[in-house]
T-cell receptor, first 109, second 114 residues
Framework: DAKTTQPPSMDCAEGRAANLPCNHS???????VYWYRQIHSQGPQYIIH???NNETNEMASLIITEDRKSSTLILPHATLRDTAVYYC??????????FGKGTSLLVTP | NAGVMQNPRHLVRRRGQEARLRCSPM?????VYWYRQLPEEGLKFMVY????????ESGMPKERFSAEFPKEGPSILRIQQVVRGDSAAYFC????????????FGQGTRLTVV
């Protein structure tokens, strides 16, 4: 079973920041937080991951709370092509990614 | 550097036939994962392999399904005696390792059993 809780759906206006929350209150010290997305029926796309520090790359920023019990994925300027299902996954080394239901993000014009 | 390559992209099999799905990991990646996505459902982990070894097959159906990742060549997911319920998208992912490393996915094989 997935160890994370995400809202089932969210809307965001094009050009605005999309903030996708994730709760992982039972995360252990060795587990990383990963974010993936799946656009329509394509293969999942890696976005970002982190352990306890905030991370940023060309796609997004990942903000992890100090107690590590929750995190937020930020897409700074959402476009229509960011419409997808976003998955927050906690994973320890030696294990595979375990996808939950994710958040369906709809970016509107 | 090519991404994860899966073939075929689409596969049609009649009930009772065998389906072979191939996955070539990214260069330098020795860990391979297979997932299945049934229509309108989420991604379900099936099996995790490292070169010549099955590490975790907790998501594999007990019968008819098998996977291998030989020393040379692609990883193969084999489904024997396919049934209509096997119709799904099968995705493969690969990674360099498992700690602090991302896995990259292929575009999947869409299996249709008729």
């Amino acid at each position: 079973d997935a160890k994370t809780t995400q809202p089932p759906s969210m809307d965001c206006a094009e050009g605005r920041a999309a903030n996708l929350p994730c709760n992982h209150s039972t995360i252990s010290g060795n587990e990383y937080v990963y974010w993936y997305r799946q656009i329509h029926s394509q293969g999942p796309q890696y976005i970002i991951h982190g352990l306890k520090n905030n991370e940023t790359n060309e796609m997004a920023s990942l903000i992890i709370t100090e107690d590590r019990k929750s995190s937020t994925l930020i897409l700074p300027h959402a476009t229509l092509r960011d419409t997808a299902v976003y998955y927050c996954i906690v994973k320890d080394s030696g294990y595979a990614l375990n996808f939950g239901k994710g958040t369906s993000l709809l970016v509107t014009p | 550097n090519a991404g994860v390559m899966q073939n075929p992209r689409h596969l049609v099999r009649r009930r009772g036939q065998e389906a072979r799905l191939r996955c070539s990991p990214m260069k330098g990646h020795s860990h391979v994962y297979w997932y299945r996505q049934l229509p309108e459902e989420g991604l379900k982990f099936m099996v995790y392999l490292q070169k010549e070894n099955i590490i975790d097959e907790s998501g594999m159906p007990k019968e008819r399904f098998s996977a291998e990742f030989p020393k040379e060549g692609p990883s193969i997911l084999r489904i024997q005696q396919v049934v209509r319920g096997d119709s799904a998208a099968y995705f493969c992912a690969s990674s360099k390792g498992t700690e602090n490393t991302e896995a990259f996915f292929g575009q999947g094989t869409r299996l249709t059993v008729v």
